[in-house]
């Protein structure tokens, strides 16, 4: 109980203190209009209030992931409140706002097109076809979940067909709506509804003095699967997500002044880390440790593991509420996926959004492509999110890093995480059986070389670039 209850006290007052040092760091000026004014379309530009931005966001970058995640990481035992608290305060908080106050300083730029300016224009064009192939699979994922969830809710009552076709029609409206007209509209309640649920069950843990283990060490997974790089992928979302780089731009396009970034970005990732803090506690407490709670998982799954948890912490009908709030994260964040890849493609073929023939001429084919993707297995496909979604965060730190570095700031805020990241994800690429399948080992000796070597680029373009590591054309940004 001890340890849950300092990480949750470590994640509020990261955020109060090493958020401020991300913020001083980086810059703010609210002198500066952002653009939310400077290209206002009342579509995807327009100026809205922080609480309302705060609830977008974190209900847009929290998904399922910061729940089933973590109940997955949980199986590693205590080991998983660490990276939690210690990745999200150091490496998640400061992907999402790095990633957000840059795209502020460049119009609202999505992913690639910061890649593009960053880390340079064949990088953009990789990027791009990453980041709609993802944004696809996650949405087209989360119709499909969703209406699993909402299916077994109501134990059958209405058909899956009927269900999938409905969350398809609100998918259409909200990414082809102005932002504030639907998201705007549902967002804060839900996000609201997301804390609420949280609250109650972190409540509920401690006063029913739930048997949470103390911090080990001690890889406890039950079949010894290596904590590095394995955990890191598992708990992404709650910790370091590359989800969120797509995601935030989304919201960058709506902050009225830059002094709002932190509390958006910087606070909503750390609301994340509280949700997936919590779900770790309860996953790790309630089954009796990591072997039960792994034959839960592989019996009823993560999505049982939720409802079982809610009803034994808080009662059925309380409970109640915690289950209808992870319902309905799939489904905005499925909406907003599709909605950020709207503006992904809209960007690269540099269409604009304000006539709504112009989206429908680009959300036509993402629908279409969506709904033939449910058509596929996505069990082989899916092997390769937990990767690929840490690959983005890897490369939208390094963005952050060139970013400060062409500042000439303290670019190492970024760098560390990035180094972190990036040899995470190579060791798992190496040794991982849809990979190269080397011995883990010798995959953590390559990838040390790998990393280095990545660094040892970095500096070596930098050098050679008048303080611009990667794109000797860049014009600063601020």
Not at 19 to 34: A, C, L, Y
Not at 94 to 106: A, E, W
Not at 119 to 127: E, F, N, Q, S
């Amino acid at each position: 109980m001890y340890t849950f209850l300092a990480g949750i006290l470590f994640l509020i007052i990261g955020y109060f203190t090493y958020g401020r040092i991300i913020e001083k760091v980086f810059g703010i000026n609210d002198s500066r209009q952002t653009p939310a004014y400077s290209k206002q379309d009342n579509v995807d530009y327009l100026p809205m209030n922080t609480k309302k931005n705060a609830m977008i966001q974190l209900i847009s970058i929290a998904g399922v992931g910061p729940i089933f995640g973590p109940i997955m990481g949980a199986l590693y035992g205590p080991v998983a409140f660490l990276w939690i608290a210690i990745g999200c305060i150091f490496a998640g908080g400061v992907h999402d706002y790095l990633t957000g106050m840059i795209s502020i300083r460049n119009g609202g730029a999505h992913l690639p097109e910061l890649t593009g300016k960053f880390l340079g224009r064949a990088m953009r064009h990789v990027v791009n076809f990453f980041s709609v192939l993802l944004l696809l699979l996650v949405g087209t994922v989360f119709v499909s979940s969703s209406a699993e969830l909402i299916y077994n809710m109501f134990d059958g009552f209405t058909p899956l067909i009927i269900l999938i076709i409905l969350i398809f029609c609100y998918y259409i409206l909200s990414t082809m709506m102005p932002i504030d007209k639907v998201i705007g509209r549902i967002y804060p309640y839900l996000g609201a509804t997301l804390l609420l649920g949280t609250v109650l069950m972190g409540i509920g843990l401690v006063l029913q003095q739930a048997p949470i283990p103390e911090l080990s060490f001690n890889n406890q997974h039950p079949e010894g699967t290596a904590i590095f790089p394995l955990l890191f992928l598992t708990i992404s979302c709650g910790a370091l997500s590359g989800f969120h780089a797509t995601q935030s731009p989304i919201i960058a396009r709506t902050v009225n002044k830059e002094s709002n970034g932190r509390k958006i970005f910087y606070g909503m990732m750390v609301a994340e880390g509280l949700v997936a803090m919590v779900w770790a506690a309860a996953a790790m407490s309630l089954f009796d440790g990591p072997v039960t709670l792994n034959e839960l998982i592989h019996t009823i799954g993560t999505g049982g593991i939720v409802s079982e948890a809610a009803g034994a912490v808080l009662g059925s009908v309380i409970g109640t509420i915690v289950i209808i709030s992870v319902i309905t994260l799939p489904i905005t964040s499925g909406d907003t996926a599709f909605r950020s890849a709207r503006m992904v493609i809209a960007d690269y073929f540099k269409l604009g959004q304000k006539k709504i023939i112009n989206r429908l001429f680009i959300a036509i084919p993402i629908f279409g492509c969506a709904v033939l993707l449910t058509t596929i297995d996505f069990t082989m496909l899916w092997r390769y999110f937990s990767w690929a979604n840490q690959t983005m965060a890897a490369i939208a730190l390094w963005i952050g890093t060139v970013y400060l570095y062409n500042e000439k700031k303290h670019y190492i805020v970024a760098m560390v995480p990035a180094l972190f990241i990036t040899m995470a994800v190579i060791t798992y690429i190496l040794t991982a059986s849809i990979g190269f399948g080397l011995p883990i080992h010798t995959s953590y000796l390559m990838s040390t070389i790998l990393t280095v070597g990545i660094l040892s680029l970095f500096y070596l373009k930098g050098s050679a670039g008048v303080g611009v590591p990667f794109n000797k054309n860049l014009k600063k940004s601020s």
